[in-house]
């Protein structure tokens, strides 16, 4: 149980080989073995999304996840969004439309719909919500949200 | 004011871009889970599984003999820290309903700490909190606080307090009342949620013999008076920090046990010590709110004037009181006449204690369970007498000739005042914004193709800014960046933001070039913290004043630099130049804080810097006001709600950052929908909790929520404060419940028929089979 596996994760292009514990989560890997703690834990059992992560092109709860089973994936989180100092649309999107107030399920947020629209840039409205609807946020009632978003995948599919 | 072309500058008015957003979305912020120290501890609480007891034992041996595991502490060892104390002192009359930090003798809750863990990871701490064994003779269970109270200790009864608030002839006017209306509601058991949990982060400085708490929050100034008469310290030897904060709505940031064990365990086992809650923890042991059963009857003319209410009400506190005391009690019978005249009336709240989660304040609290029931009366009182309940409204709502508006009620310490206002007016521009007539004639005709939509509406006044005061401390430096130092807190409403923006309204600089500290005890010695509504109006006013004292001092030095009387001058982006003159000689406010350098001979005998702190003081409460419309349409099948279009009016005196005030009331506005359709906590006839995960307790998403339409005025600038600004955090969930529970009734036709918040979709089902054919 709590015999460490030796496992190799690729954190926004960066190697990391780490040894954990087979139950430690993907979210705990991230954030203690790999040290970014921009992924945050808001439930533990897969409902609040806040700790949404890309792993090998897709959206995944990185609560859900046992850090072992990602041994020799490539994981995106917020911390690889921004290129240097250039903000992904996503993230200027948020800003501009006041998306976020205290910021925490903000992670989660970026990280899905930015993985939605890299997977499917021509997805309807009504799907994208649906989508969207997945994650919860207590602050903003999601109206800037979703304005963001829409900004946001109107200049991805330009761009 | 700003002006257009200082738009950029992020002045008052301007909806610019927060300050706070930059680490927040790329995954530098620092919440409390991001605080680590080397060799720290992890705390893990074990937690009762009765929901009352009395404690036979607690056998730890199992646990501490478990890998990992440092130290494993029952309310035996930590048994010289007293019970957690109320936030605004001492109040001998509660003291026995007080909570400690670890059980003793009974629990009265499921979730109650019992012991408390400290192992060297916290998967370590979590498997050996299973092997501590809580042995209790289990007690009776009180679960309904309008069940007969029962024996507490020591001769004391769960009725910790009656809080009666009351003027005017009672007796008299329902004696002679043309009608009297009476009403049975029930608001449910629910509360705040952020999306981050609560955590602490106790760390010992042995050096320097001080104790620092990070993962405060809302009122760290008033948890260090707390925490140093607990822990027997000196204020200079304990320090909290805040830091970045995922929500707070009330309930985070009050002094919990988990606070108080980091620090205690910090210093005695000296290691730094960590506290992270999980979510289930999260939802049965930080403080609940709301649940309240309202007994209220109207006394009511022929004309429809209302001469009086009349409210018995139960007030669930669960397990122990808490930090507030009695205060949603106080701000529940202060508050529930609302925008009405009310002449006559009486309020008796029974706060009782049960055997669930303790309660406390959580955003609007009392006036968010008020205006429920107010504005539920006034619509059975429209029925009951046959008038238009717009009509009824306008009847009893104070009038601006009528303001300032006293009676004689408390509001935390506060007698009320409401200060100048156009209630009416307000109703009419927004029922104008919403075609209210029209609205009613296409909602009537969908009405009789089948559909049962409806509209409702609830008005509502809000407090903000209680007082008496608060201080803030700027310096600029010789670069022309400005530090501005206050005791106010930061939950994630763009505090940092505000601020910066009044500062640089005053001293005529862009607000990019502030920095704004904030919930920091080793930075400023006093503050308010963040709550109420009142860190914009109180803090946000000292700041004014302390930049305009900043201003007149950079002026008067810049005179004499520029050999121009001080009265002619202005300051743009930082520069001072002669106000007919923009282009011409000038200095900067960095030239200026040099020439106030100690040693610099163009200071003269003025105190050195460029630098100032100064006082605000407010003598009343000020009281913004508004009112929310919904329209909803049921599901006869289902009993969902879908709530078609929603509005919602507010008067906010000055808006310093329209775009952040739109974002409190919308984020507000997704709560109240929450709590009056889906978040409930229940609990089994033991006591057992049923709403400990997001599976249970929902929380609305994205699809759940309308996208509103705001009327945000600034026709009436409070008069109390120097910027004439008003609160802003709390109006988006205050009028919630009532307006939507109004436009049900009218969607089904059954008026009368909604008395009980969240409206579940079972519940209006239920109402629906019985009622409708």
């Known amino acids: 149980m709590t015999e460490k596996m030796d496992i190799n994760l690729t954190v926004n292009g960066r190697s990391h080989a780490v040894s954990v514990a087979p139950r430690k989560t993907l979210a705990d890997v991230i954030r203690e073995d790999c040290g970014q703690t921009g992924t945050h834990l808001g439930c533990e059992h897969g409902i609040c999304g806040a700790c949404t992560v890309i792993v090998d092109g897709a959206p995944v709860r990185s609560c859900l996840m046992f850090g072992v089973q990602a041994d020799g994936a490539e994981i995106r989180t917020v911390e690889g969004l921004a290129k240097g100092n250039e903000l992904h649309p996503m993230q200027r999107a948020f800003t501009e439309h006041h998306a976020l107030q205290c910021g925490y399920c903000t992670p989660g947020f970026l990280m899905l719909a930015t993985s939605v629209l890299e997977r499917e840039p021509n997805i309807t409205d009504d799907d994208l919500l649906d989508v969207l609807s997945s994650n919860l946020c207590r602050c903003t009632g999601y109206v800037n949200i979703i304005k963001a978003v829409r900004a946001a995948a109107a200049e991805m599919k330009a761009g | ?209 001080i104790v620092e708490l990070y993962g405060a929050a809302k009122v760290p100034h008033r948890n260090r008076e707390t925490l140093c008469r607990m822990l027997d310290r000196p204020a200079s030897s304990v320090h909290l920090y805040e830091g970045h904060t995922g929500g707070g709505f009330g309930i985070r940031g009050e002094l919990y046990p988990e606070d108080v064990l980091v620090c205690a365990a910090a210093i005695r086992l000296d290691r730094p010590v960590k506290w992270i809650e999980d979510r ?53 019978t202060g508050t529930l006449p609302g925008p009405y005249r009310i002449p006559n009336y009486r309020a008796v709240c029974h706060f009782r204690l049960t055997n669930k989660t303790p309660a406390a304040t959580y955003r609007s609290p009392g006036r968010y369970e008020t205006t429920f029931v107010r504005e539920r009366l006034m619509d059975k009182i429209a029925v009951e007498m046959d008038i238009d309940p717009v009509a009824l409204r306008r009847r009893n709502l104070i009038s601006l000739e009528e303001m300032p508006y006293w009676r004689d009620l408390d509001v935390l310490g506060d007698s ?73 807190a930061s939950l994630g409403q763009g505090f940092e933001t505000a601020m910066a923006q009044i500062c640089a309204e005053d001293l005529g600089t862009d607000y990019r070039r502030i920095r704004v500290v904030h919930g920091r005890t080793d930075r400023i010695d006093y503050g308010v913290g963040a709550h109420a509504s009142r860190a914009t109006v109180l803090t946000g006013s000292a700041v004014s004043k302390t930049a305009l004292k900043v201003r007149e001092k950079a002026l008067e030095v810049a005179a004499e630099l520029l050999q121009t009387p001080a009265d002619t001058l202005d300051i743009t982006d930082g520069v001072i130049h002669a106000k007919d003159n923009p282009t011409g000689p000038s200095v900067t406010l960095g030239d200026v804080a040099a020439a106030l350098a100690p040693a610099a001979p163009t200071r003269g005998d003025r105190d050195p810097y460029l630098a100032a702190e100064e006082w605000f003081n407010i003598e009343h409460q000020t009281y913004p006001y508004g009112h929310h419309i919904a329209v909803v349409r049921v599901d006869r099948e289902t009993g969902e709600v879908k709530i078609e279009k929603y509005f919602m009016a507010y008067d906010i005196g000055r808006a310093i950052n329209p775009m952040m005030i739109e974002g409190q009331l919308v984020g507000g506005l997704a709560q109240g929908i929450g709590g009056a359709l889906y978040e409930e906590f229940t609990y089994d006839e033991r006591g057992e909790p049923l709403s400990v995960t997001f599976m249970d307790y929902l929380l609305p998403t994205l699809r759940e929520i309308p996208i509103p339409e705001i009327l945000l005025t600034e026709d009436f600038p409070s008069t109390r404060t120097p910027l004439g600004i008003k609160g802003a955090g709390e109006a988006g969930i205050t009028g919630a419940p009532a307006a939507i529970a109004s436009a049900i009734e009218n969607a089904i036709g059954i008026p009368g028929a909604v008395t009980q918040m969240p409206m579940t979709p079972q519940r209006l089902k239920n109402i629906m089979d019985e009622r409708l054919s």
């Open chain 2, 1 to 209: 004011m700003a002006t257009g072309t200082n738009r950029l500058l992020g002045h008052l008015g301007d909806s610019v871009p927060r300050l706070e957003d930059p680490p927040l979305i790329t995954g530098k912020g620092r919440f409390v889970g991001d605080i680590n120290f080397p060799d720290q501890l992890h705390m893990r609480i074990v937690r009762s599984p009765f929901a009352h007891g009395t404690i036979k034992s607690v056998d730890t041996a199992a646990a501490k003999a478990h890998p990992g595991v440092v130290a494993v502490w029952t309310s035996d060892d930590i048994a010289d820290i007293p019970p957690i104390d109320f936030r605004e002192g001492s109040n001998p009359a509660l003291a026995l309903f007080r909570q400690y930090a670890l059980a003793r003798d009974k629990v009265r809750y499921v979730g109650d700490p019992v012991a408390a863990l400290f192992a060297e990871d916290a998967y370590t701490a979590e498997d050996a909190a299973e092997l501590v064994v809580i042995n209790v003779n289990e007690l009776p269970v009180l679960l309904n606080a309008d069940d007969p109270p029962q024996d507490f200790k020591d001769g004391y009864t769960t009725e910790a307090a009656l809080v009666e608030q009351a003027y005017g002839d009672i007796e008299n006017t329902f004696a002679n009342a043309f009608k009297v209306v009476e009403l049975d509601v029930k608001i449910g058991r629910h509360t705040g949620v952020p999306l981050e949990c609560r955590g602490a982060v106790g760390h010992y400085d042995a050096a320097r013999d």
């Open chain 2, 280 to 332: 289930q923890e999260h939802l049965m042991a930080a403080n609940h709110s709301r649940q309240q059963r309202h007994i209220i009857r109207a006394a009511v003319a022929e004309d429809g004037e209302v001469l009086a209410f009349d409210d018995e009400l139960y007030l669930d506190q669960g397990g122990y009181i808490r930090t507030h005391g009695t205060r949603v009690a106080n701000m529940t």
């Open chain 2, 416 to 488: 009320v005042e409401h200060d100048p206002g156009d209630y009416a007016g307000l109703l009419d521009q927004g029922l104008a914004r919403v075609s209210w007539d029209e609205l009613q004639t296409e909602l009537a005709q969908r009405r009789d193709n089948g559909e049962l939509v409806g509209a409702g509406l609830s008005m509502f006044f809000e407090k903000s800014g209680l007082g008496p005061s608060d201080g803030a401390k700027i310096f600029v430096d010789t670069t022309g960046h400005i530090e501005v130092v206050t005791g106010g």
